[in-house]
T-cell receptor
Framework: DARVTQTPRHKVTEMGQEVTMRCQPI?????VFWYRQTMMQGLELLAY????????DSGMPKDRFSAEMPDATLATLKIQPSEPRDSAVYFC????????FGPGTRLTVT | AQSVTQLGSHVSVSEGALVLLRCNYS??????LFWYVQYPNQGLQLLLK??????LVKGINGFEAEFKKSETSFHLTKPSAHMSDAAEYFC????????????FGKGTRLSVIA
């Protein structure tokens, strides 16, 4: 039963620290999405990739967020420096005909 | 641009009663429509999806939804609510879910009263 995995599942950090979230897409899925869920904004797209190339990162604050796919088995989302307003659940989804979501990373920035 | 409106941020029903969660969408192209469920502190689980063909779609846990193009709606129903149905439900739209992002509604929290 292939699944999208995300690490860490939970992260608590202090303001100003760097945070890296990782996602392992399902083997063979060539499109990867990053979404963020907050109480105020709901679920919103941050960025997505096809065949490891970034297609749209307009949802990300450019000055502090970065997303990459170093290889086909790993997608990363980095925040540097983190701020309390970044506290949210970050979901990764991989897709071939539909999107399959990972369990999410719950980030708390104090 | 696509958008999704879910009417009612919170719906409360009695156990055994009909569940109706409303979703209206906006799309300039034939849409793919989805309902996801999220239990507390968990990820998103696909309940059901409409792609093409039959407009009445059956999903897991006894849920179903009907695509009504004329009303741009995709309401979620279940004949008899169970306590375990208490969760957050999200409606989403995409024009090509394998290749383009999902646009989500704000979600509806379903409470089931014993």
């Amino acid at each position: 039963d292939a699944r999208v995995t995300q690490t860490p599942r939970h992260k608590v950090t202090e303001m100003g620290q760097e945070v890296t979230m990782r996602c392992q897409p399902i083997l063979g899925h060539n499109t990867v999405f990053w979404y963020r869920q907050t109480m105020m904004q709901g679920l919103e797209l941050l960025a997505y990739f096809r065949n490891r190339a970034p297609l749209d990162d307009s949802g990300m604050p450019k000055d502090r967020f970065s997303a990459e796919m170093p290889d086909a088995t790993l997608a990363t989302l980095k925040i540097q420096p983190s701020e309390p307003r970044d506290s949210a659940v970050y979901f990764c989804a991989s897709a071939i005909y539909e999107q399959y979501f990972g369990p999410g990373t719950r980030l708390t920035v104090t | 641009a696509q958008s999704v409106t879910q009417l009612g941020s919170h719906v409360s029903v009695s156990e055994g009663a009909l569940v109706l969660l409303r979703c209206n969408y906006s799309s300039s192209v034939p849409p793919y429509l989805f309902w996801y469920v999220q239990y507390p502190n968990q990820g998103l689980q696909l309940l059901l999806k409409y792609t093409t063909g039959a407009t009445l779609v059956k999903g897991i846990n006894g849920f179903e939804a009907e695509f009504k193009k004329s009303e741009t709606s995709f309401h979620l129903t279940k004949p008899s609510a169970h306590m375990s149905d208490a969760a957050e439900y999200f409606c989403a739209v995409s024009d090509d879910p394998g290749n383009t992002p999902l646009v989500f509604g704000k979600g509806t929290r379903l409470s089931v009263i014993a």
